[in-house]
């Protein structure tokens, strides 16, 4: 080649070079420099994402959020807890002021595909209901009277399962919309309406939490919709993604194994070879997820199965007292799976 074009092609190189940025740091990378993780919560549902008195959080979502941590950083309390309402909470993960959305959220269509965001897998199936005062006198929505006041927070898929139902089956009804889960059921409490709808696992905990009478509502038959709640990540990390997804999945597959929070030491000694791998005595588990093998040794130790982090935030012994239902183990009539750890 002569000399020029030797000069020509090195400045092209250059130039190359310059024109490409820097590759982003990935998510995983950024969250293990900054020593914690940031996950978006609901700003208050006992059972699924609540703050105490003394400023302690509770609810499946958040122990979900500790799993995550404990996964990624090897300390379940390595997170801090941003609670989010319906209208800036996908915002909050597409600006990054979040790494994780675990909102009592459903996964819809147009949310994975039009919001640069991924679902990363279901924590709980629910499906919307109704919360309705006894004076009433009404079972099922037929029941209702035309005129009836329904409140609802806005910003949500409730509003518009609401209208499309509403429409679908003439229910005459008036729309009573709050800027939030508060402000709706309080409207409820306070006489701004005569029904107040959202997913039924949020009203069971509303009924018998929030209530000044939990007696005088009763949650009406009717379930007009699928909810499949579960975490939300942005849609530019695939590894990320991965790793939201299988830390919930090992809750599920630590269950289906007998594996709990009580009983890991003794069950490091398995023979089974899939026991082994999960609980990183046989290395491999962690690689592919550029996390440490004992991953989900940490998630099970310091969290627990999901059978124990739904008894501990919304099984009989709770205030809520909600049986397992749709979130039973496939094995037991419910519909949560795992594909194998392996």
């Not at 008894?311 to 979130?327: H, K, V």
């Amino acid at each position: 080649m002569r000399p020029n074009l030797l000069i020509a092609a090195a400045m092209a190189g250059f130039a190359f070079c310059a024109a490409v940025p820097a590759m982003a740091a990935s998510t995983l990378d950024t969250v293990q420099a900054r020593g914690f993780l940031r996950c978006g919560v609901n700003t208050g549902i006992l059972g699924f994402s609540a703050i105490d008195q003394n400023g302690q959080w509770s609810g499946l979502d958040v122990d979900f959020c500790r799993a995550f941590a404990a996964a990624i950083l090897g300390d379940k309390d390595a997170v801090e807890l941003i609670p989010l309402n319906a209208k800036v909470r996908f915002m909050a993960l597409q600006e990054g002021e979040i790494d994780i959305l675990t909102r009592n959220t459903t996964v819809t269509f147009k949310r994975e595909t039009a919001l640069g965001l991924d679902f990363a897998g279901v924590t709980y199936y629910d499906g919307q209901g109704f919360l309705a005062r006894k004076t009433l006198g009404a079972k099922k929505l037929q029941d209702l009277k035309a005129g009836v006041r329904i409140c609802f927070p806005s910003f949500t898929t409730t509003e518009t399962n609401l209208a499309a139902y509403a429409k679908a089956h003439k229910l005459d009804y008036k729309p009573v919309p709050f800027n939030s889960i508060e402000e709706a059921k309080a409207g409820l409490f306070l006489g701004r309406c005569d029904v107040f709808t959202t997913d039924r696992g949020a009203l069971a905990s509303i009924r018998a939490v929030d209530a000044p009478f939990p007696d005088d509502f009763i949650i009406l038959d009717d379930v007009i919709s699928k909810e499949p709640l579960g975490a939300f990540v942005r849609d530019d990390d695939p590894q990320w993604r991965h790793i939201v997804r299988w830390v919930i999945f090992a809750t599920l597959e630590a269950e289906e194994f007998g594996l709990a929070s009580t009983n890991l030491e003794a069950a490091k000694s398995s023979s089974d070879p899939a026991v082994r791998a999960m609980l990183g005595v046989e290395p491999g588990v962690g690689q592919s997820l550029g996390l440490k093998d004992d991953w989900v040794y940490q998630v099970i130790r310091q969290v627990g199965n999901y059978g124990e982090i739904f008894a501990r935030n919304l099984g009989p012994g709770t205030q809520i007292a909600m049986s397992r239902g749709l979130n039973a183990l496939w094995r037991d009539g419910g519909l949560m799976y795992a594909p194998p750890l392996r």
